[in-house]
């Protein structure tokens, strides 16, 4: 993942609908699409139709930090796969319970189906208001979106499916109701109980200049031609234009660059677009100037029609007149003039609101609606409210924003006028609801040690604990539990060096993302009198928390057992003994008596003899067996283990023989941590498992995402503590945790997802036009799913070799890089053909030896694993006449003495020549 994560996210400020640009990317990421939708719909009710129309260089990949490297993150094809993902899981809204609150009873209406109004309906419904009602004029809803925009640019399914979002929600929508017709004015709804009117009607006429008046047929609006393409495409309403020859299009917006897209479909030939600004100074987005450039569209800048040249009852040519846009830099002589032929006309220049009749008593001011822009409220009367285009508003995205903006704004003044209960809404602090599914419900909360955590996130002991401040704003951003950092008694009080911590060298860059870190921090700078304060004001702030607080003391009884009674006198929940931390040096402390099982079962024992409360035993991985280090703990009384800590290491060795981190020339060896440890942590910790199955874990260890969490519950623990994941990014990350968890167990209870899926990676067949699964289901705990994949880990002499797979390729996601040849060639075996004609691997079956070498190095994941279609034959390296059959037999006999399993019956051995593709492949 590229994005920084920045603190203060310029992609989310430059979004018109202010979404949290930085969370939903780090979800999708970490493959939490359901977290990442959530993000997104919450702040935006189009999302998935904003990711594939809006203009982003001038929102929020505009705004992204990396365009000082000219490189900047591709917001809307992320934001579009975590949109779809979501649609297609089909999870159902949970709507708002209803209030006995009469004002959120009273009579809604909004005028037309569009972004705007589908927005504001959606904010109005999560708010509470139950009677909302939307007038479309047409038999769909959607707006521009559905009646203007072709389908290749999104199709109907997309906004069907957002459309089913707001009707979720009780929002109803009533169809071929226009305003202005059948005696429905403002006025009238006004007399109908409608306590408030949104007005989201657009601008439905196509401007136009006086030229093209009484124009052939073959002059058309961008309006109507793209509403012809768009209901002939999506609804099979009437039939495609038929283009041809030399296409003009007048215009350089956005539309005109649809239109051009979308006549090079209807059969055009060549496309050529006219607008009166300069090229660089064209209104269009980049992105779509560049599509057009890829397309080989023609532009002409300066220019405006003057003329048409019309024969034959159509128009063969338009004349038009160049001006200067950059006068100080003039191109083109006054009222120059210059004739281009054609055989279809286009003109996008825009919309307008001709006929505002149907608006009275309101007057538009510049073909505009007057409205407040903080409110969305008309100047003309309080009780109407208007966005998107009718109110000044651009794109499809800032229609959204005018929604919600109006929504809350609405909801505010009826509370107010309609007896709300306060305390009444703060217009100056909008707090608009949330999307809430039924995933959101699920309960991740855990009963361990007597103990309720609320999620299974907690801190551990390390830097993100280093004072009271700091646990409180974790413990506010949603974190279940922490862990102090690890105290002393006084007389050991340390001092830090630094540096202290640095990156893991493997990750070969700077910035976020780190394989790992590695420290040398030793304990907390702080005295035991501020922790004993600090963990009561925690408790007395946060009672529903758990606060576990780490603990060191030397090899001694008396000073354990002093401090262990002190610190469980001042409320900790639990207290964790710290035997592993790797850097102490002191004898007897840290790892130094960790790796002792005499030791922690001896410590373990001084302190639960004088303390109450659970005591959870640290161990060390820096050991052979860290089994052996649990086992002592347990018959030491621990109610609880924590594995594991950092593993020791050296990271960086400088090319002057200096070492990093760099302390007056001096280095040490220190604690590794992050993703880079999470295999020796799963393996540590599904040893402990298997050896103590009714002792329980506190996992730590390289958890980044929620799928890795889950894969260490599966390993064996119960709660997770985390702290290289917050050091790379912030505490933030635990929303992505506890909300990939609730999607996890959600899963589990239902079968398509659990069977079908990968994780949040839908099926292939999966689809968002399925209906919402509504069946009723029973939600399985977290506690049910800890030291699932433990039965399942086994030694290799036990894995059965009928098993057999062999390594398929999709040749069309194929880079034709060429990798997978390299690595089976030279250090597989040589059973894939580099073809040097089409650069495309090839692969045998026979010879393939279903290694996964060439799996794991493929940059596109264009490779699988398939179970073996032919017989594995293996080579034993010498001719067959020379390898007597029974050899395979002796294998079988020692195989079946190691591991108690009768072998199955004995493969065949390869018959003729050893294949070997470096034969015929080219050299590398």
């Given at each position: 993942?590229?994005?920084?994560?920045?603190?203060d996210?310029?992609?989310?400020?430059?979004?018109?609908?202010?979404?949290?640009?930085?969370?939903?990317?780090?979800?999708?990421?970490?493959?939490?699409?359901?977290?990442?939708?959530?993000?997104?719909?919450?702040?935006?009710?189009?999302?998935?139709?904003?990711?594939?129309?809006?203009?982003?260089?001038?929102?929020?990949?505009?705004?992204?930090?990396?365009?000082?490297?000219?490189?900047?993150?591709?917001?809307?094809?992320?934001?579009?796969?975590?949109c779809?993902?979501?649609?297609?899981?089909?999870i159902?809204?949970?709507?708002?319970?209803?209030?006995?609150?009469?004002?959120?009873?009273?009579?809604?209406?909004?005028?037309?189906?569009?972004?705007a109004?589908?927005?504001?309906?959606t904010?109005?419904?999560?708010?509470?208001?139950?009677?909302?009602?939307?007038?479309?004029?047409?038999?769909?809803?959607?707006?521009?979106?559905?009646?203007?925009?072709?389908?290749?640019?999104?199709?109907?399914?997309?906004?069907?499916?957002?459309?089913?979002?707001?009707?979720?929600?009780?929002?109803?929508?009533?169809?071929?109701?226009?305003?202005?017709?059948?005696?429905?004015?403002?006025?009238?709804?006004?007399?109908?109980?409608?306590k408030?009117?949104?007005?989201?009607?657009?601008?439905?006429?196509?401007?136009?200049?006086?030229?093209?008046?009484?124009?052939?047929?073959?002059?058309?609006?961008?309006?109507?031609?793209?509403?012809?393409?768009?209901?002939a495409?999506?609804?099979?309403?009437?039939?495609?234009?038929?283009?041809?020859?030399?296409?003009?299009?007048?215009?350089?917006?956005?539309?005109?660059?649809?239109?051009?897209?979308?006549?090079?479909?209807?059969g055009?030939?060549?496309?050529?677009?006219?607008?009166?600004?300069?090229?660089?100074?064209?209104?269009?987005?980049?992105?779509?100037?560049?599509?057009?450039?890829?397309?080989?569209?023609?532009?002409?800048?300066?220019?405006?029609?003057?003329?048409?040249?019309?024969?034959?009852?159509?128009?063969?040519?338009?004349?038009?007149?160049?001006?200067?846009?950059?006068?100080?830099?003039?191109?083109?002589?006054?009222?120059?003039t210059?004739?281009?032929?054609?055989?279809?006309?286009?003109?996008?220049?825009?919309?307008?609101?001709?006929?505002?009749?149907?608006?009275?008593?309101?007057?538009?001011?510049?073909?505009?609606?007057?409205?407040?822009?903080q409110?969305?409220?008309?100047?003309?009367?309080?009780?109407?409210?208007?966005?998107g285009?009718?109110?000044?508003?651009?794109?499809?995205?800032?229609?959204?924003?005018?929604?919600?903006?109006?929504?809350?704004?609405?909801h505010?003044?009826?509370?107010?006028?309609?007896?709300?209960?306060?305390?009444?809404?703060?217009?100056?602090?909008?707090?608009?609801?949330?999307?809430?599914?039924v995933?959101?419900?699920?309960d991740?909360?855990?009963?361990?040690?007597?103990?309720?955590?609320?999620?299974?996130?907690?801190?551990?002991?390390?830097?993100?604990?280093?004072?009271?401040?700091m646990?409180?704003?974790?413990?506010?951003?949603?974190?279940?539990?922490?862990?102090?950092?690890?105290?002393?008694?006084?007389?050991?009080?340390?001092t830090?060096v630094?540096?202290?911590?640095?990156?893991?060298s493997?990750?070969?860059?700077?910035?976020?993302?780190?394989?790992?870190?590695?420290?040398i921090?030793?304990?907390t700078?702080?005295?035991e009198?501020?922790?004993?304060?600090?963990?009561?004001?925690?408790?007395?702030?946060?009672?529903?928390?758990?606060?576990?607080?780490?603990?060191?003391?030397?090899?001694?009884?008396?000073?354990?057992?002093?401090?262990?009674?002190?610190?469980?006198?001042?409320?900790?929940?639990?207290?964790?003994?710290?035997?592993?931390?790797?850097?102490?040096?002191?004898?007897g402390?840290?790892?130094?008596?960790?790796?002792?099982?005499?030791?922690?079962?001896?410590?373990?024992?001084?302190?639960?003899?004088?303390?109450?409360?659970?005591?959870?035993?640290?161990?060390?991985?820096?050991?052979?067996?860290?089994?052996?280090?649990?086992?002592?703990?347990?018959?030491?009384?621990?109610?609880?283990?924590?594995?594991?800590?950092?593993?020791?290491?050296?990271v960086?060795?400088?090319?002057?023989?200096?070492?990093?981190?760099?302390?007056?020339?001096l280095?040490?060896?220190?604690?590794?941590?992050?993703?880079?440890?999470?295999?020796?942590?799963?393996?540590?910790?599904?040893?402990?498992?298997?050896?103590?199955?009714?002792?329980?874990?506190?996992?730590?260890g390289?958890?980044?995402?929620?799928?890795?969490a889950?894969?260490?519950?599966?390993?064996?623990?119960?709660?997770?503590?985390?702290?290289?994941?917050?050091?790379?990014?912030?505490?933030?990350?635990?929303?992505?945790?506890?909300?990939g968890t609730k999607?996890?167990?959600?899963?589990?209870?239902?079968?398509?997802?659990?069977?079908?899926?990968?994780?949040?990676?839908?099926?292939?067949?999966?689809?968002?036009?399925?209906?919402?699964?509504?069946?009723?289901?029973?939600?399985?705990?977290?506690?049910?799913?800890?030291?699932?994949?433990?039965?399942?880990?086994?030694?290799?002499?036990?894995?059965?070799?009928?098993?057999?797979?062999?390594?398929?390729?999709?040749?069309?996601?194929c880079?034709?890089?060429?990798?997978?040849?390299?690595?089976?060639?030279?250090?597989?075996?040589?059973?894939?053909?580099?073809?040097?004609?089409?650069?495309?691997?090839?692969?045998?079956?026979?010879?393939?030896?279903g290694c996964?070498?060439?799996?794991?190095?493929?940059?596109s994941?264009?490779?699988?694993?398939?179970?073996?279609p032919?017989?594995?034959?293996?080579?034993?390296?010498?001719p067959?006449?020379?390898?007597?059959?029974?050899?395979?037999?002796?294998?079988?006999v020692?195989?079946?003495?190691?591991?108690?399993v009768?072998?199955?019956?004995?493969?065949?051995?390869?018959?003729?020549?050893?294949?070997?593709?470096?034969?015929?492949?080219?050299?590398?």
């Amino acid at each position: 993942m590229r994005c920084l994560g920045c603190a203060d996210a310029p992609c989310g400020h430059s979004c018109p609908a202010h979404i949290d640009v930085r969370a939903f990317v780090r979800a999708v990421s970490r493959h939490n699409y359901y977290e990442a939708a959530h993000v997104i719909y919450s702040d935006n009710p189009l999302g998935w139709t904003c990711s594939l129309l809006c203009s982003t260089s001038h929102q929020c990949r505009g705004g992204c930090n990396l365009n000082r490297l000219g490189k900047p993150i591709d917001i809307a094809s992320i934001q579009q796969i975590a949109c779809e993902n979501f649609q297609k899981m089909r999870i159902p809204q949970v709507r708002p319970p209803v209030s006995t609150n009469p004002a959120f009873a009273q009579k809604i209406t909004l005028i037309g189906a569009g972004p705007a109004s589908l927005s504001c309906a959606t904010y109005l419904a999560r708010l509470g208001y139950t009677d909302v009602t939307i007038l479309e004029k047409d038999a769909t809803a959607g707006g521009i979106v559905s009646s203007e925009i072709p389908s290749f640019r999104i199709p109907n399914e997309v906004v069907q499916a957002e459309v089913r979002m707001v009707q979720e929600l009780g929002v109803k929508i009533e169809y071929h109701k226009a305003l202005g017709q059948e005696g429905r004015t403002l006025t009238s709804l006004k007399e109908a109980g409608s306590k408030a009117i949104f007005l989201g009607v657009g601008l439905p006429e196509p401007f136009s200049l006086p030229v093209f008046q009484n124009a052939p047929a073959n002059v058309m609006t961008s309006k109507s031609f793209l509403r012809s393409v768009s209901f002939a495409s999506k609804f099979s309403q009437g039939t495609l234009p038929q283009l041809h020859g030399h296409v003009l299009i007048l215009g350089g917006g956005d539309v005109a660059f649809d239109s051009a897209k979308t006549a090079f479909r209807c059969g055009a030939d060549r496309v050529t677009l006219a607008f009166r600004e300069d090229i660089p100074q064209m209104p269009a987005s980049w992105e779509e100037h560049y599509e057009g450039l890829r397309m080989k569209c023609d532009f002409l800048g300066n220019a405006l029609p003057k003329s048409l040249v019309v024969a034959d009852g159509k128009c063969t040519a338009v004349v038009m007149e160049m001006h200067n846009w950059q006068r100080q830099q003039g191109l083109y002589t006054e009222a120059e003039t210059l004739t281009l032929n054609c055989s279809h006309v286009i003109v996008a220049f825009g919309a307008q609101l001709r006929d505002a009749a149907f608006l009275e008593p309101l007057t538009l001011a510049r073909g505009r609606l007057p409205v407040n822009n903080q409110t969305m409220q008309s100047t003309q009367d309080p009780m109407i409210f208007a966005g998107g285009d009718l109110a000044g508003s651009h794109s499809i995205v800032e229609a959204v924003n005018d929604g919600k903006t109006a929504a809350w704004n609405m909801h505010c003044m009826l509370q107010r006028l309609g007896g709300g209960v306060a305390p009444l809404p703060d217009p100056s602090n909008p707090t608009m609801p949330r999307l809430h599914t039924v995933v959101d419900d699920v309960d991740v909360s855990v009963d361990l040690m007597g103990l309720h955590f609320p999620n299974p996130f907690g801190l551990s002991s390390a830097p993100p604990v280093t004072s009271v401040g700091m646990i409180k704003r974790a413990f506010a951003e949603g974190w279940g539990f922490a862990v102090t950092k690890t105290l002393c008694p006084d007389e050991m009080m340390v001092t830090n060096v630094s540096p202290r911590i640095v990156r893991d060298s493997t990750s070969n860059h700077h910035g976020p993302n780190q394989a790992g870190f590695m420290n040398i921090e030793l304990l907390t700078e702080k005295s035991e009198l501020y922790w004993v304060e600090g963990i009561r004001e925690l408790k007395r702030d946060y009672p529903s928390h758990i606060v576990i607080c780490s603990i060191m003391a030397p090899y001694e009884e008396k000073a354990w057992k002093r401090l262990a009674i002190r610190m469980a006198e001042c409320g900790s929940d639990a207290l964790e003994l710290n035997l592993s931390c790797p850097h102490t040096g002191q004898k007897g402390t840290g790892m130094l008596a960790g790796q002792s099982p005499v030791a922690v079962r001896e410590i373990t024992r001084w302190v639960r003899d004088v303390v109450s409360i659970p005591v959870i035993t640290k161990l060390t991985p820096n050991i052979t067996d860290i089994s052996e280090l649990a086992q002592a703990a347990m018959e030491g009384g621990a109610h609880a283990v924590t594995a594991i800590n950092t593993v020791q290491s050296l990271v960086t060795v400088n090319p002057d023989a200096t070492g990093w981190p760099n302390v007056g020339g001096l280095t040490a060896y220190g604690g590794l941590s992050g993703n880079a440890i999470r295999p020796i942590a799963y393996k540590c910790i599904s040893m402990i498992s298997r050896r103590c199955p009714s002792l329980p874990i506190l996992g730590c260890g390289g958890i980044d995402s929620a799928e890795t969490a889950i894969g260490m519950v599966h390993t064996g623990a119960s709660v997770i503590q985390i702290t290289s994941a917050i050091q790379d990014h912030c505490y933030a990350i635990v929303s992505e945790l506890v909300a990939g968890t609730k999607y996890y167990l959600y899963s589990q209870a239902r079968e398509d997802l659990r069977t079908q899926w990968n994780g949040q990676t839908p099926a292939r067949e999966a689809s968002a036009q399925g209906p919402l699964f509504t069946a009723p289901l029973t939600i399985p705990k977290l506690a049910t799913q800890v030291a699932r994949v433990v039965p399942r880990i086994s030694i290799v002499p036990k894995m059965p070799l009928q098993e057999q797979k062999c390594a398929h390729l999709n040749p069309d996601t194929c880079l034709h890089c060429g990798k997978c040849y390299m690595s089976c060639n030279d250090t597989g075996y040589q059973s894939i053909r580099f073809n040097p004609d089409t650069h495309l691997p090839e692969f045998h079956d026979e010879t393939c030896m279903g290694c996964a070498l060439c799996f794991s190095v493929c940059p596109s994941g264009s490779i699988s694993m398939v179970p073996k279609p032919v017989p594995h034959l293996v080579s034993r390296g010498i001719p067959n006449h020379a390898v007597p059959y029974p050899f395979l037999a002796k294998e079988d006999v020692l195989r079946e003495k190691m591991t108690g399993v009768k072998a199955p019956a004995p493969l065949m051995p390869r018959t003729g020549e050893e294949h070997t593709a470096a034969s015929h492949a080219p050299a590398h």
